[in-house]
């Protein structure tokens, strides 16, 4: 299955590329759970969320590490506290229930979204590929960066989740390609890379903290422009 897929010889195939949503082209925006936090009549000093943001982000890749507890729910305690914020624990269930209606993570990632853009230029298939809420579509419009993408694939739309590859497979159905040896790009090892893997896909794996692999259809890219050396080196950007 490994192979499956793979470019062959004389045959050009369009690429298809495919993005994860959360931490890889959207990220938590603090300037809006500011003013979420406002509506509560909860005050928060100005950049103190910024400043309570990196212990936050240490405690959620610990718990995504270990394999424990509710990382969104830990990031952002962590996050409030560290902000002063009054009423962290109701404050963070208000914040976990409204999630699926208000996504916080609303703040795009401007290189990686570049970087789509250049893609779909390239006459590339772009698509999002997201364990989301149902709502990720709606999002991208309302944030507008929904332009590069084909197809948005939500887990919350579907009914199944990255790693599982039906996922996978549901997108190149959407797309109406196949054999086209696709890459997905995302943050999470766990959900992006051993999903892509399973299903037969390359992969980049891209943030902070992540670390380099022996599998040549898998790249690690700490930073945006080790994602576009990454899709270089895969044959799909010129240099
Ligand atoms: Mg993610």
Not at 119 to 139: F, W
Not at 202 to 208: A, E, L, M, P, T
């Amino acid at each position: 299955m490994r192979n499956k897929g793979r470019y062959k010889e004389g045959i050009t195939t369009t690429p298809v590329i495919t993005f994860d949503a959360g931490q890889t082209l959207v990220e938590l925006d603090l300037d809006f759970l500011g003013r979420r936090l406002a509506e509560r009549g909860l005050e928060v000093a100005p950049d103190a969320l910024s400043a309570a943001a990196p212990a936050a982000w240490r405690r959620y890749d610990e718990l995504v590490a270990a394999g424990t507890g509710h990382p969104w729910r830990a990031l952002m305690t962590t996050l409030l506290q560290g902000a002063g914020v009054r009423e962290v624990d109701p404050t963070v269930e208000w914040l976990w229930s409204e999630q699926p209606r208000v996504n916080l993570w609303r703040k795009p990632i401007t290189e990686m979204v570049d970087l789509a853009r250049e893609l779909a230029r390239t006459g590339a298939c772009v698509a999002v590929l997201s364990n989301s809420e149902g709502r990720l579509a709606e999002l991208l419009q309302e944030i507008s960066i929904a332009d590069p993408f084909t197809v948005i694939v939500d887990s919350g739309r579907l009914g199944i989740e990255k790693p599982d590859r039906r996922i996978f497979d549901h997108m190149l159905a959407a797309l109406g390609i196949a054999g086209a040896d696709p890459i997905h790009i995302g943050d999470s090892w766990a959900a992006d890379i051993v999903g892509a893997r399973d299903a037969g896909w390359r992969s980049i794996w891209y943030g902070r903290g992540v670390t380099p692999t022996n599998d040549p259809r898998i790249a690690s890219a700490p930073d945006p422009a080790a994602v576009r050396a990454a899709l270089v080196a895969f044959g799909v950007l010129q240099r």
